[in-house]
C-alpha cells in the first residue's frame, strides 16, 4: 500500500467537464505545468450532456442585445441573490469565450448572414444562446480537448515530450485534498481500475467537480455526481454558501425505476408537447403565479396560436419557469391525480405527426423506446421532477475563483454565487468558460507568487490513505444501503417543497446515517470494486447532505430553487444573506450568515426602481434613491 505513485505539478485540475478543461488550458497556456483529473473517462461529464446552448449577448440575431441585458436578466434569474461581480464579469467576458471556442475550432450553427446563431431560452430578454443544434456541450467539450491536444502537440515541438505540460489523468477519484499549513499543497486519490493510490503534488489546485444530484433518488445526474468538489473543499476549510438551493428539473422520467430521473428535454414542451393530469386536464394553466399573468396565455387557444403566432399571442404556461412548473406538477401528484407511475402526464403524440416528432425530437423519441418501451408518437409520456442542478457551491472571489484557502481555486457547477438562487438556461456553459478561464489565470498567478513550494506532510498522506483503505477490512454496513437510505432521505424530506419538521427529521436521519458510514463495508478487494468505490463517495454525500439541509432550515423564505411550504414568500430581508457552510474536521457542519456587499452603483442603476422595489429592503431602497439622484 506504500508504493503511492507520485507527480509533481503546478497547477492540478480536478474535473473535466466545461470548467476543468478551461481552466488546465489557461495554466498551461500561461506556462504551468498543469494536470486534469476525471473520476470517470475523459469526454464524459456532464457538460456533454448539456443541449440548449451558451449565452452570450454577441447581438448577433438582436442588435439590441449586450451585456447590460444579460446582466439583468441573470440577476432577475437568480432573484437578486447572485454575486453581482460574478453575473457582471459573466455577461462582459461570455461573447468573448464563444469567439475563442470558435477560433478553436467549435463549429456553430449560423444566422443567413454568416454570424454565429443565437436561439431563445427561459429568462433571457433576446435570442442569446449560441448553440450547435441539441448538442452544444459535446461540441464545446469536443473543442476544448482538441485544444488541448494541440497545446500537447506543441509540447512535443519544444520538449520532445506530449505531456511535458498538460496531461490527463482519466478514471482516477481525488478522494483528500492535502495541506501545508493554511496552503494546498497537492491532493490523494486512487486509479479506479486497480484502486492503486496517486499522489499530486502541487501548490495550486482548481476544482471544477460540477454537482451533488446522487445524494438524491431522483436525479438526472450520472454517477460521478456524489459531491465531491464540495465535500473535498469543506474538508480543506474553504466555506460553501448557496446550498438550499437547488433545480428540480419539471421532466424526468418517472418510469420503470430503473431510469428514474433521466432528464425530458424542456424542447419537448418548448414544440408544443403539454402537460395533463389523470383526468385529462391542461392543469399548468391553474399554476400561472400572479406576477407572470400578463405573460402567459389564460386559454388554451391563444396558448396553441402562440407556436405559430408569437407576436399576437401569449405563451402557454407549460413554458413557464422551471421552479413553477416542478411545483405544480409536485402539487398535481400530491393531490391524487397524478398517473400511474406517479409523475403527470407529457404528451406530443396528439400534438404533432408521428414524422414532425421523429425529425424534431429524434433523441426524446429513441430514449423513450428503448428504456420504457414507450412510442412517443403514439402515446403519452409520464414525467416528473428531477434534481437537476445546485446552485450552491464554494464560496470564490469573483475575480480569480480563489477560495478562502490559499492555492483552493473553484469553478463551474462545484462554486456557488453566480446563479444566486436560481440559474438561467444557458448560463451554465457560459459559465464554465468565463470562469474556468479566470479560475486557470488565478492558479497561475497563485503560483508564481509563492516564495517556497509547500509540502506534501507524509503523515497527510498516511492518513488519507487509511481513510480510503478503511471500508475494505469492515464487513460492516452495505453501502448501497446506506446510500438509498440517504437519497430517500434527501428526496422525501428536503426535496421541492420544504417544511421545518421535515428537514429537522432530515437533519437527523443525516446524523444517524454519517455514523452508519463509519461502518460501511465493502467486500472484494481493490481492484475495479465499485463498491467500494461507493463506501468512499458516501463521506462526500452525507456531508453535503448536511450542508443542503441545515441551510434549508435555516432560510425562512422562498425564492427561486428554494420553496418553503412555512414561509411561502419571498424576503428582502433574507435577500442580502448567504449561508455560510464550514466544517472543522468534517463531523459536523456550522452554518454563519453572511451579508453581501452592496450592488456597486453603475450597476444597481442598471435597473429600474419599480423592479427593484419587489426585491430590496426599504433601507436599500433609500440607498438606491440616493444614488439614482
Ligand atoms: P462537469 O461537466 O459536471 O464535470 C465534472 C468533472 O469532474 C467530471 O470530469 C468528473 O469525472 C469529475 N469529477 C467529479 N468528482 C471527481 C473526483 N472526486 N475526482 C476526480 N474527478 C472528479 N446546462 C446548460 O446550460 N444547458 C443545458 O442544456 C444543460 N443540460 C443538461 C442536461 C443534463 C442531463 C445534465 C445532468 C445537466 C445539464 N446542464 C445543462 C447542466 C450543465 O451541463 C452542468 O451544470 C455543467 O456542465 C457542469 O460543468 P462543470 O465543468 O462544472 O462539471
Redesign the pocket.
Known sequence: THNTERHEYDVVV?????????AAIEARQQGKRTAI??????G????????????AAMGNVNSDDNWMVHFRDTMRGGKFLNNWRMAELHAKEAPDRVWELEAWGALFDRTKDGKISQRNFGGHEYPR?AHVG?R??LEL?RTLQQRVVALQQEDYETHGDYEAYIKV?AE????RLLKDGDAISGAF?YWRETGNFVLFDAPAVVL????I?KSYVV????W???G??HA?ALLAGANLINMEFIQF?PTGMVWPPSVRG??V??SVRGDGGVLRNSEGKRFMFDYIPEVFKDKYATTEEEGDRWYTDQANNRRPPELLPRDEVARAINSEVKAGRGSPQGGVFLDVSTRLPAEEIKRRLPSMHHQFKELADVDITAEPMQVGPTC??IMGGVEVDADTGSSNVPGLFA?????GGMHGSN??????????LVF?RRAGAGASSYVDSLTARPKVEPELVETALEEALAPLGRSGENPYEVHHELQRTMNELVGIIRKSEEVSEALEAVEKLKERVHLVGAAGSRIYNPGWHLAI?LR?MVLVSECVARAALLREESRGGHTRDDFPGMNPGWRRKLLVCSTEDGSAVTVEEKVQPSMRDDLITLFDRDELQKYLTDEEMTEFDGIAE
Do not use: P
Open positions: 480536478i474535473g473535466a467537464g466545461g470548467a476543468g478543461l478551461r483529473i476525471c473520476k470517470s473517462l475523459f464524459k461529464a456532464h457538460t456533454v450532456m448539456a443541449e440548449g446552448g451558451a449565452a444562446l441539441d452544444t456541450g467539450i489523468f482516477c477519484t481525488v478522494t486519490g471544477a467537480t460540477g454537482g444530484g436525479t438526472s445526474n450520472s460521478e455526481y456524489t465531491d468538489g473535498l428539473h433521466i432528464l428535454t424542456e437537476h442542478y469553478a463551474g457547477e462545484v462554486s440559474r438561467l438556461g444557458g448560463n451554465s456553459l457560459s459559465d464554465l474556468g463517495d462526500n
